[in-house]
Nanobody, 122 residues
């Protein structure tokens, strides 16, 4: 298991930006950001293959969100720009212990943070 602690959520107007950070006890092969809105399933937002930096994004955030890693600080980051009301959700950092590139398949991730709330108002 990997310990993950998210930070950086908040309430912003539409068009605004936020930067989420996830402090990890260690990096794993696949790490990602997921989000869950009330009454909806948890969905993948962005994932990174930490060995080579390969990334994947959900279509709904492509071009607006950027996932990155800071190995020196064991931090996983998510830069979010041009935020929309439909981005409102609780955002979770996730890590997969198996050395498999799970991309945005939440079933492959077995360590989760407590989540941080992002609210975008119009």
């Amino acid at each position: 298991q990997v310990q993950l602690v998210e930070s950086g959520g908040g309430s912003v107007p539409a068009g605004g930006s936020l930067r989420l950070a996830c402090a990890a006890s260690r990096f794993t092969y696949s790490m990602g950001w997921f989000r869950q809105a009330p009454g909806q399933e948890r969905e993948g937002v962005a994932a990174i293959r930490t060995r080579d930096g390969n990334t994947v994004y959900a279509d709904t955030v492509l071009g607006r969100f950027t996932i990155s890693q800071d190995h020196a600080k064991n931090m996983l980051l998510l830069e979010m720009k041009v935020l929309k009301p439909e981005d409102t959700a609780k955002y979770y950092c996730a890590a997969a212990s198996a050395e498999v590139w799970f991309r945005l398949d939440r079933n492959g991730y077995n360590s989760w943070g407590q989540g941080t709330q992002v609210t975008v108002f119009s």
